[in-house]
């Protein structure tokens, strides 16, 4: 069974703490994307990768940046936590080319920043 | 106007009923459509695609694209319980972008 694996399914974090956020895939997937999730904005793209040590912005990556060491991992890290990023963060992986917008999500990461 | 729009919900419908589903996209170009269901807590899972207009059946579910109108739909024939969950729409944009809806929280009334 393919899988895309969140390390952590909640956290607590305090306003200006570095957040990591891992995500694993055993899918062999070129692409990997990082999406937050809030109630009535939908998935919004942060950052994605298309290859190892590629990473390009989303459409709100404001805040946070990305580290992708190894094609099976993708990172994405607050470097300081403000309350406005308190919110549901999904990754997800897709094959390059045409399965490429096929996308495949982890079980998500619910952050709190107090 | 949003990129990609959907109905918030929640739209509940009895069991059994067909539940229909929609969706609207600003891109005139875009190509490709995308229908994912998320339960309550969990990750979104992909149900059905649509490339071209007309219709795609899959089981109870039915797909349909007009690219003329630039809207998306979703149909459940003979919806259960089970298939109460939050749908989401997304378009591959002419840009290359995926752009999600806000989705569409759907609630089958035994």
């Known amino acids: 069974d393919v899988k895309v694996t969140q390390s952590s399914r909640y956290l607590v974090k305090r306003t200006g703490e570095k957040v990591f956020l891992e995500c694993v895939q055993d899918m062999d997937h070129e692409n990997m994307f990082w999406y937050r999730q809030d109630p009535g904005l939908g998935l919004r793209l942060i950052y994605f990768?298309?290859?190892?040590?590629?990473?390009e912005k989303g459409d709100i990556p404001e805040g946070y940046s990305v580290s992708r060491e190894k094609k099976e991992r993708f990172s994405l890290i607050l470097e300081s936590a403000s309350t406005n990023q308190t919110s549901m963060y999904l990754c997800?992986?897709?094959?390059?080319?045409?399965?490429?917008?096929?996308?495949?999500f982890g079980a998500g990461s619910r952050l709190t920043v107090l | 106007q949003k990129e990609v729009e959907q109905n918030s919900g929640p739209l509940s419908v009895p069991e059994g009923a067909i539940a229909s589903l929609n969706c609207t996209y600003s891109?005139?170009?875009?190509?490709?459509f995308f229908w994912y269901r998320q339960y309550s807590g969990k990750s979104p899972e992909l149900i059905m695609s649509?490339?071209?207009?007309g219709d795609k059946e899959d089981g109870r579910f039915t797909a349909q694209l007009n690219k003329a109108s630039q809207y998306v739909s979703l149909l459940i024939r003979d919806s259960q319980p089970s298939d109460s969950a939050t749908y989401l729409c997304?378009?591959?944009?002419?840009?290359?972008?995926?752009?999600f809806g806000q989705g569409t929280e759907l609630s089958v009334k035994p």
């Open positions: 997800a992986s897709s094959w390059r080319g045409s399965g490429a917008n096929v996308l495949t």
């Open positions: 990768s298309y290859d190892v040590k590629m990473k």
């Open positions: 997304a378009v591959l944009q002419s840009t290359g972008k995926l752009i």
């Open positions: 649509i490339y071209s207009n």
């Open positions: 891109d005139r170009g875009s190509q490709s």
